[in-house]
């Protein structure tokens, strides 16, 4: 299946995430490779124990990868939110060329700081960090790894209004969200609303 207006995706990971089949992102992936889509889904370097500076030169890598040709959308869940606030505080090159960005479930920093492994992603100063790109956040209103609540831990530092989800938790497969369907509708319709994910009838 093809669609008329193509893009470029890049899709990015959390911590400890090694792309399993069932989760959301590897099944928007799928879906928009289907509907002729340009698809970055890369596995980042040692995911279990990251190390912040080879995730950026990582990212740098991918963002000089996405088609000039086609509108360049990123996606970031988990820790990979933390990476690109990082991304946007150091001016990486390439940013400026992305045309939207989708920011899901990010950990806060007295969560990340708890755990040696990403203690250096905790996120840098947000108050007058400005985003290059149109942005939208997304979190669960009871997720366990921002238990500040989305909106006062990086939204109104941002200047965003959080687009918080009742009972989603981390979007992560715990949650259920091995399928994400208004997230696969905002690839493709920027102006969707995002929803929970239906309940799994059996």
Not at 37 to 54: F, K, R, S, T
Not at 132 to 158: F, I, K, M, N, W
């Amino acid at each position: 299946m093809t669609t008329t207006t193509p893009r470029g995706f890049l899709i990015l990971h959390g911590w400890q995430n090694h792309r399993p089949a069932g989760h959301w992102q590897h099944w928007l992936a799928d879906r928009l490779t289907e509907r002729g889509h340009a698809v970055a889904y890369p596995q980042l370097p040692d995911p279990d124990d990251p190390a912040l500076e080879v995730w950026l030169r990582e990212l740098s890598v991918h963002l000089g990868a996405l088609d000039a040709g086609r509108e360049r959308v990123v996606i970031a869940h988990s820790l990979s939110v933390v990476l690109w606030l990082h991304a946007v505080a150091r001016g990486l090159p390439g940013l400026d060329t992305v045309d939207r960005v989708l920011l899901v479930a990010p950990p806060s920093g007295p969560v990340l700081a708890r755990y040696p492994e990403v203690e250096e992603f905790v996120p840098p100063s947000l108050d007058g960090l400005t985003l290059p790109s149109p942005t939208r956040l997304v979190a669960g209103d009871d997720d366990p790894y921002c238990p500040e609540g989305v909106q006062s831990a990086y939204g109104t530092p941002l200047g965003l209004t959080a687009e918080v989800l009742p009972g989603a938790a981390h979007l992560d497969l715990d949650a259920g969200y091995g399928s994400w369907p208004s997230a696969l509708e905002w690839c493709e319709r920027a102006d969707t609303s995002f929803t929970v994910r239906p309940v799994q009838r059996p």
